[in-house]
């Protein structure tokens, strides 16, 4: 049995996206369809919407979708129809990384999130008119009312959870609370500096007050940011003015970061932030940056201070785990992630797209149909 359903599909890089009506295929014996309930609109959407990722098209996009089970595929018996899920990114399963439970480093991570179909090539989704549209972006393209994912997309939650609210777990808020409790480890007492805090950002402010950082430092361009930062867990909330980041740290009298993380991709800051970390300072990369780019650093100042410069994806996590981890520190009031979301209707996709563009809005969630 197929499904009908509307999609938002792109079909060209200069065209916006637009709500059409789809055939979704039923799952395969390792899938799993969901009904989506809400899906968050993240920047790395737009990356792949303005071509700057090796996305195929037509395509659905969106990867941070939750909702309810409707089917599963005859292997899977540990889900069922009803039950609530957050989604997530793909992996293989298999190679050295999934093996060792880093999925976030799956050796087929393009090709199973970013080539829009499942990895033989096939898609799920199909126009009305019968040609067939590029899915799985992100193993969901969930700008849907209806996604079809491998099991290991899809995270079981408590059924008491606002479902249409969780999908930024799976991607925005697991990337940057991730990158502060995964891959940076962050110690009691130690400072660290958030450089941009939307979704990401602010999610990693919130992880540096759960890890215990005594000066946890936000720095960005908009005022109701850095309001928002300092109401969630900053000691810090500076304005991004044009000194330099090395200068901002040091004027509010930490001598040296003992850990960084960007979210911005912007060259320049990240390059002054490395300048600005402390002997055995870390950072963590965890932009979309351009194709190409390039970081310039003094090997001798990481050299002689044993520091770190690590790309973190995901937040070095396994779903699997990390979301139910995220949503106990949620429900003990450590992580609420819902003060950074705003809600639009499905149809009025552009209009959020367009005010999380323009920093109007920190976490867009698209709120699906009945």
């Known amino acids: 049995m197929n499904y009908p359903a509307q999609a938002a599909v792109l079909r060209g890089q200069s065209v916006p996206m637009s709500i059409e009506p789809v055939i979704i295929a039923k799952p ?20 792949m919407r303005d071509g700057l990722l ?6 659905v996009l969106g990867h941070e979708g939750a909702g309810r089970v409707l089917a599963v595929g005859s292997a899977i018996d540990d889900l069922a129809p009803g039950d609530h899920v957050a989604l997530s990114f793909s992996s293989c399963g298999q190679c050295p990384s999934c093996d060792l439970r880093e999925p976030a480093y799956c050796h087929s991570w393009v090709p199973l999130n970013f080539f829009g179909a499942r990895a033989d ?12 549209v590029h899915s799985h972006v992100f193993g969901q393209s969930s700008f849907a009312t209806h996604a079809v994912v491998h099991r290991r997309n899809a995270v079981k939650v ?9 999908g930024p777990l799976g991607c925005g808020i697991m990337t940057g609370a991730g990158a502060v409790l995964n891959a940076l480890k962050v110690r009691p007492g130690s400072s660290i500096a958030v450089i941009g805090v939307g979704a990401v950002g602010l999610a990693a402010v919130m992880a540096a007050r759960i890890a215990g950082a005594s000066a946890i430092v936000a720095i960005d361009r908009h005022p109701s940011r850095i309001a928002l930062a300092r109401e969630l867990g900053a000691t810090h909330a500076v304005a991004a003015d ?3 980041i090395a200068e901002i740290i040091a004027s509010l009298g930490i001598a040296g970061l003992d850990y960084a993380l960007d979210t911005t991709g912007v060259v320049p800051l990240v390059e002054q932030t490395i300048s600005a970390l402390a002997p055995r ?3 963590a ?19 002689s201070g044993g520091r770190v410069i690590r790309g973190v994806v995901e937040g070095s996590a396994d779903p699997q785990t990390f979301i139910p981890q995220l949503l106990a520190y949620h429900r003990a009031g450590k992580l609420p992630f819902d003060r950074l979301i705003k809600t639009y209707p499905f149809e009025d996709i552009l209009t959020a797209i367009a005010d999380g563009e323009e920093g109007r809005v920190v976490k867009p969630v698209l709120l699906m149909p009945d």
């Not at 090796?54 to 395509?59: D, G, L």
């Not at 990369?285 to 990481?302: E, I, N, Q």
């Open 28 to 47: 395969r014996f390792d899938e799993v369809l969901v009904k989506i309930a809400g899906v968050g609109v993240c920047h790395t959407d737009m990356v």
């Open 121 to 132: 090539g096939s898609t799920a989704i199909t126009a009305a008119g019968g040609e067939p």
């Open 281 to 283: 300072g870390e950072m």
């Open 54 to 59: 090796p996305i195929p098209r037509p395509v």
């Open 285 to 303: 990369l965890v932009a979309a940056f351009a194709p190409g780019a390039k970081v310039g650093l003094d090997a001798t100042h990481v050299m």
């Open 242 to 244: 044009g000194r330099d």
């Open 158 to 166: 408590d059924r008491d959870l606002p479902i249409e609210l969780l």
